[in-house]
């Protein structure tokens, strides 16, 4: 049996409604609750009988009809089920239903009128707790019957067929389906984005194919998206807020300041919509009626795909609600880091546009200038005073404080290779605290952060079991101790076998498999996590890094943690001299013999945009440092000549921006956008050659 998604209900609801209209009366209602929601299975964990008066032609308000994912209700009417009315997931009845209304009309599945009565955030924070609590609990037995559920769905399309010979069999999925790549994956989606049917990968239809310009891997790939994908990552977000709830008092009295931009869509020559998720998300009623409400930024600016009428509105909404604004973020920490140095930028102007009434001629977009027509009402030179004076004072540390004093966290991933931010946001955010929420990809919703002021370098993400069925492939830790034989053997363990996730270890790293619903089997993402701990029975993980090598010359292999660790040593160096390096990558530059590595870096002094005076020993020295902290095999190659004295190249101010910008003009999504950790594209290092103010190499005799 499908499930359907919440977006689809509003319309089931009518459908429902109008099969009411027919029987009219006394109606018998048989409530059947199943406890693992969004996972298509039926345990009924609780039964019971009510009766309902439908009046012919159903006008009552006194009935109340109302959707619950989290425990959903099948409606058993005159002895046939609602999923045979055509509804599968929804129910009816308000009386006897402990679930808040408000929750429903929050996230779209029931209209305003419906609201009844107002469940205060507490109620709604510890009912999401208890939910969490409950997946975390029965983490193996939802990850079986989700397993069971895909299977039981799947098994006949042409991937799994081959495999599983048509049999649903959990047994020959774990012995015969390989473990996949996007690769694997690629002719099936591209024959469906041509037209052919989609159940040649997966059952359920297709919503839109999600589609991501992986900064971080450099290809372009496109995955399926059912409704029921979408389902999935409003449930997450719901959960993480959850968390945020207990953490933090009184969020639902104010706002978040959000930044979000969607990236465009194009048609598949099938007709299908090729989007970015967080674009459709975006577009959702599940976006509109939930996280939107509590946005400042209206929905028509985030779907303005002008990305600097965008932001520029964005952060001009903002202002104006800056009294009401209790956190700031996004979801990664490079946009957000954009949108303050945009504001550094225009601060002047937005003042002026808040002192005089009036936004500036250049926001044209029909969507800005709407949504700029209901806040943007009468001049307020106060307030453009106040902002001026924050902006315009001697130093930037502390701005998000200043400008939106009721702030009390930011909330963006810095997990990973979002780190690199950690320190600029610390300095424009004034020590708030900045909130990793939740873990996911494109792929599928994976974890949450159930501890959000941990600190970055020790967030982990408790998995959800009901999201994807996940595996996990070992690997070899601790590359510093790896001869160059053990790193060959290490390459030729096709043979470790994938771990179910109640049974990793903890302290082993392992790269991560999802199978979903909508067609990836035993796909490895291509991240290394390490598992960290246990809530309850679900297990927690610390994203470690993308498992592409970073830098490979002569099979040294430095991966992005080397690297990162690497340059997080030589930044030690900057540090007394009040630079903070504010983006950096790295190519394997081959064009000279013997090949070298280079590492783009952009410093900056905070509060100014002014180039820093660089002292070339301190370079240099930093170049050492870094070398000196990567791998043995780096070291031993390095010492005997075969690859080159490592370069520093420091960029101008404003360059990783502009290597943003090229990503997004080729595609990928400001939301999305991860800075590369390594480079191979070659137009994207002439982006970065081409601002260079200073090059600086290791010395020749280091080893
Ligand atoms: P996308 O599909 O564009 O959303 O990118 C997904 C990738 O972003 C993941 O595979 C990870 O490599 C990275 N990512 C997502 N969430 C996190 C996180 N919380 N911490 C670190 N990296 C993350």
């Not at 520029?312 to 609600?321: D, E, K, N, R, T």
Request: proline share 4%; hydrophobic share 35%; with cysteine.
């Amino acid at each position: 049996m499908a499930s359907n998604s919440l977006d689809e209900l509003l319309f089931k609801q009518d459908l429902i409604l109008s099969k009411f209209k027919d029987f009219g009366g006394l109606v018998n209602l048989h409530l059947v609750t199943k406890k693992d929601y969004l996972v298509g299975s039926y345990d009924i964990v609780r039964e019971g009988l009510w009766q309902m008066d439908i009046p012919t032609g159903w006008a009552s308000p006194t009935v109340l009809l109302i959707f619950t994912p989290p425990i959903a209700l099948y409606v058993k009417v005159y002895g046939r089920w609602t999923d045979q009315l055509g509804l599968q997931k929804a129910a009816a009845y308000g009386k006897k239903t402990t679930t808040p209304l408000n929750w429903w009309w929050r996230h779209g599945l029931c209209s305003q009128k419906q609201q009844q009565g107002k469940d205060s955030l507490e109620m709604e924070t510890d009912k999401y707790l208890k939910i969490m609590e409950e997946l975390t609990s029965n983490a193996h037995e939802i990850q079986e019957k989700l397993l069971e559920e895909i299977l039981k769905r799947n098994a006949g399309t042409e991937y799994l067929k081959g495999y599983l010979h048509g049999q649903a069999d959990k047994k020959l999925f774990k012995e015969n389906v390989p473990i996949s790549t996007y690769e694997d994956s690629m002719p099936y989606i591209d024959r469906i984005a041509n037209g052919e049917s989609s159940d040649i990968l997966l059952a359920d239809p297709i919503k839109f194919l999600c589609n991501y310009t992986g900064t971080t891997g450099g290809k372009r790939k496109l995955i399926p998206y059912t409704a029921e994908s979408l389902d999935k990552m409003c449930l997450q977000q719901i959960l993480a807020e959850a968390v945020m709830g207990k953490y933090f008092d009184g969020l639902d009295k104010g706002k978040g300041m959000y930044f979000f931009f969607a990236s465009p869509e194009v048609e598949t020559p099938c007709g299908l919509m090729e989007s970015s998720y967080a674009t459709t998300y975006f577009k959702s009623s599940g976006f509109e009626n939930s996280v939107a409400k509590i946005c400042t930024s209206p929905v028509e600016t985030i779907l303005c795909l002008d990305s600097q009428q965008s932001m520029y509105c964005q952060l001009l909404i903002g202002l104006l609600q800056r009294d009401q604004v209790l956190r700031v973020g996004t979801i990664f920490a490079s946009a957000l880091v954009r949108s303050i140095k945009f504001l550094e930028d225009c601060w002047k102007e937005l003042c002026f546009n808040i002192r005089t009434g009036r936004a500036s001629d250049w926001i044209t977009d029909a969507g800005c200038r709407n949504a700029l027509s209901s806040v943007l009402t009468e001049p307020n030179p106060e307030l453009a005073d106040s902002i001026e004076r924050a902006c315009g004072g001697q130093s930037w540390q502390g701005i998000v404080k200043k400008l939106f004093p009721k702030t009390k966290y930011t909330g963006v991933i810095v997990t990973g290779s979002m780190s690199q931010y950690i320190k600029i946001l610390d300095f424009y955010c004034g020590g708030l605290p900045i909130v990793s929420g939740y873990y996911s990809c494109s792929e599928a919703v994976c974890g949450i952060n159930l501890k959000p002021l941990s600190k970055a370098s020790e967030v982990s993400y408790t998995f959800l079991p009901n999201m994807a069925y996940f595996e996990f492939l070992p690997v070899k830790e601790d590359n510093e101790k790896l001869t160059q034989e053990s790193r060959e053997t290490e390459n030729k363990n096709e043979d470790i076998e994938p771990v179910d996730l109640v049974n990793v270890k903890l302290g082993q790293c392992y790269e991560l498999l999802v199978t979903t619903l909508t067609g990836l089997y035993r796909y490895n993402v291509g991240d290394v996590l390490m598992a960290t701990g246990f809530h309850n029975n679900a297990p927690q993980f610390r994203f470690i890094e993308r498992k592409n090598v970073a830098l490979n010359l002569e099979f040294e292999k430095t991966t992005e943690t080397d690297l990162s660790r690497a340059v997080t040593d030589a930044e030690v160096l900057l540090e007394p001299l009040g630079f903070l390096l504010i983006g950096h990558t790295s190519y394997a530059d081959t064009s000279s013999k013997p090949g070298h590595y280079v590492l783009f870096w952009e410093l900056k002094i905070p509060g100014t945009s002014d180039m820093p005076k660089l002292d070339p020993k301190i370079m240099e020295q930093c170049c050492s440092t870094v070398e000196k902290s990567l791998n043995f095999q780096y070291g031993i190659h390095r010492k005997y000549g075969v690859i080159g004295p490592l370069e520093i190249r420091v960029v101008k101010y404003g360059t990783f921006d502009a290597l943003m910008d090229f990503y997004v003009s080729r595609g990928a999504s400001i939301t999305q956008y991860k800075t590369p950790c390594c480079i191979k594209l070659e137009d994207a290092i002439n982006v970065l050659d081409s601002k260079v103010v200073g090059r600086y190499f290791s010395p020749n005799t280091l080893y």
